[in-house]
């Protein structure tokens, strides 16, 4: 932090020759200038590459997305603490975390709910590293937005920001254009030359009953071009009222993909009221993945004609596996996804004649 002169003073002085004007010129710029190999190839960067090991890299983008409630904000705060404290992430050394400041804004929570939060999963134990706004609305979307956001990364010496969420700090972008999602980005790009790390909480699209219930990629939000901008894309599943949160890793540009693992989180009593303690829940089973997998395909399969149990566990066995495709076809037809006949002495399998939702009212 400089010392020497308030924020607001800095910020001042700061603005009077701000680099978002030249911005706009690159924007603008039709051609580039091409730097030689010789120059690239004699700059100086740092040696360590991750604030969290495998998950935030030390400069960069990340998105971190689920569906509206599925506790990403939970999760997003805990490794803003860990960050923070330099505590491993989920007390896990696979997770090793480097101490740094840290910015979170928050343009979805009441004050009181972040503090609630915050006081619950142990912020008070950060020695002032965590800043937080959430005062009026931010638009990164402009030039006075990102230059703020320069302003305070460099004055606090902050090295990861957490942005809650995309769409309320992108200035009612729409996320379908393309254009618009890339000018987006260009406009932050600044800060990852500076070293900095950026996470956006973002959302993504409720499957529906017939795309499985394992995150893709193509579920999220203006998928294509976000998923290009990021380094990292972390994808969450939680059941309401569940204690685990399981992750998955659909874009990791920098090293190989982390497998899928759990989260837990869990309230206990404590001396200053209620704790929330997230902590590791191990590796989302592979039995259990080839099996959600399966249920994908067969869900893919079926919509072009009904096929007998044999056709789907050949079609299926070199993929998932003969035993996860048959517990697949006992599950959905169990969840009223698929229907099941006899077909001579074999099962036959094919969609319900009725949407799912509509055989769910009927039952209720």
């Known amino acids: 932090m400089n010392g020497e002169k308030t924020f607001k003073e800095f910020a001042e002085e700061r603005n009077e020759n ?10 603008e710029k039709p051609f580039f200038e091409p730097m030689s190999w010789t120059t690239l190839g004699n700059k100086k960067f740092p040696k360590r590459r991750w604030l969290v090991q495998g998950l935030i890299p030390c400069e960069g983008f990340v998105i971190l997305a689920s569906v509206t409630g599925e506790k990403k904000t939970w999760l997003a705060m805990e490794m803003a603490r860990c960050i923070a404290l330099g505590t491993d992430f989920l007390g896990q050394k696979e997770f090793k ?49 990102v230059q703020w956001l320069i302003n305070v990364i460099e004055y606090y010496e902050i090295k990861v920001a957490f942005l809650d969420t995309f769409r309320a700090v992108s200035g009612g972008i729409k996320e379908e254009k393309a254009d618009e999602i890339r000018t987006f980005f260009n406009r932050l790009k600044v800060l990852k030359d500076k070293g900095v790390a950026v996470v956006f909480l973002d959302h993504f699209r409720k499957p529906s009953n017939f795309e499985g219930k394992v995150p893709k990629k193509e579920f999220l939000f203006g998928s294509t071009d976000k998923t290009a901008s990021v380094e990292i894309l972390l994808m969450l599943k939680s059941e309401p009222g569940g204690e685990e949160i399981d992750i998955y890793q659909r874009k990791n540009r920098l090293t190989k993909e982390i497998d899928p693992f759990k989260a837990i989180i869990k309230d206990q009593d404590g001396p200053d009221g209620v704790q929330t303690i997230l902590s590791y829940g191990g590796a989302i089973e592979d039995q259990e993945n080839k099996k ?19 056709e789907l566990t050949e079609m299926l066995k070199k993929m998932v596996g003969s035993k996860n495709t048959q517990t697949a076809l006992r599950e959905l037809v169990k969840e009223g996804q698929i229907d099941m006949a006899k077909h001579g002495k074999e099962n036959f399998y094919f969609m319900p004649k009725e949407p799912v939702e509509s055989l769910v009212t009927n039952e209720d």
């Open 97 to 145: 975390t480097e101490a740094s400041n840290v910015l979170y804004v928050d343009m979805e929570m009441s004050q009181s709910e972040a503090q609630r939060r915050g006081r619950q999963l142990g912020f008070d134990e950060s020695n002032k590293k965590i800043l937080v706004y959430s005062d009026t609305e931010l638009n990164l979307n402009t030039d006075e937005g």
């Open 292 to 310: 959600l997998e399966a249920k994908e395909r067969i869900l893919e399969i079926l919509p072009e004609g009904g096929r007998t149990k044999m």
């Open 18 to 27: 701000s680099e978002m004007r030249e911005i706009d010129r690159e924007i």
